[in-house]
């Protein structure tokens, strides 16, 4: 897990579900259009109940033939893909609610009662997100990149490695701890949707992958390790 302004921010790490602080004067806030959407927007097979999310899901449709190529191709393995904050989420799978305040980004495997893989939650806490932003003094461009990094990481990174798979045990792992980042498929992975969108490639498994996490490193040497 890793530590920052004295909270503890756990890394990624798979799971079966059944269905069934920082703090800072600076102004950088997440946009007034974040917020749960009255019905989820669907990609395909990807639904996205946040706003925020869902613009930058478009955004990454537009600028990424990888990104839009990963989503036709969960669409055509009809494998379910939630993509939300944990308070969203939480509301149509209550386990995930849990995970408020813990994960910056994470993906988990979702089972039916049978322990049948069906599909998979991506959670991104942009609550967490926008406090680090305002300690950092970020602005809302460099917030957006950043939760498309996740995005990138999460979706074609992990779930699609896992949609092909089609077992939770199975799919594209992070690296081991002391591992360079590289050596990792799901890092490799992101790395070809960063290179579409002019972004330098991904070298540590760390918040310093993120822009706003760079900031915070550099000024405050926080602790940052086993990143999302």
Not at 149 to 161: F, N, Q, S
Not at 207 to 222: N, Q, V
Request: hydrophobic share 45%.
């Amino acid at each position: 897990m890793r530590r920052a302004g004295g909270r503890i921010i756990r890394g990624l790490a798979g799971r079966v579900l059944v269905l069934g602080l920082l703090s800072s004067t600076a102004c950088a806030v997440l946009p007034a259009r974040a917020g749960k959407l009255p019905v989820p927007e669907n990609f395909g097979s990807v639904r996205v109940t946040d706003r925020l999310l869902a613009e930058r899901v478009r955004s990454l449709q537009d600028r990424s033939p990888t990104w839009r190529a990963a989503l036709d191709s969960l669409a055509v393995l009809q494998f379910q893909v939630l993509v939300g904050t944990p308070e969203q989420l939480g509301e149509l799978v209550p386990a995930l609610s849990s995970y408020a305040g813990q994960h910056i980004g994470r993906m988990l495997p979702l089972g039916n009662r049978n322990s049948q893989l069906i599909g998979a939650a991506v959670l991104i806490d942009l609550a967490v997100m926008e406090r680090m932003a305002r300690a950092a003094g970020a602005s809302q461009a460099m917030l957006e990149g950043d939760i498309d990094r996740i995005l990138a990481h999460e979706l074609y990174g992990h779930v699609l490695p896992l949609a092909i798979a089609g077992r939770p045990d199975r799919g594209c792992a992070d690296p081991a701890p002391h591992e360079p980042a590289v050596s990792s498929c799901s890092v490799r992975r992101e790395n070809r949707i960063r290179a579409e969108l002019g972004l330098p490639p991904r070298t540590t498994y760390d918040l310093r992958a993120l822009a706003i996490g760079r900031i915070l490193f550099e000024r405050d040497g926080a602790v940052l390790q086993d990143g999302q």
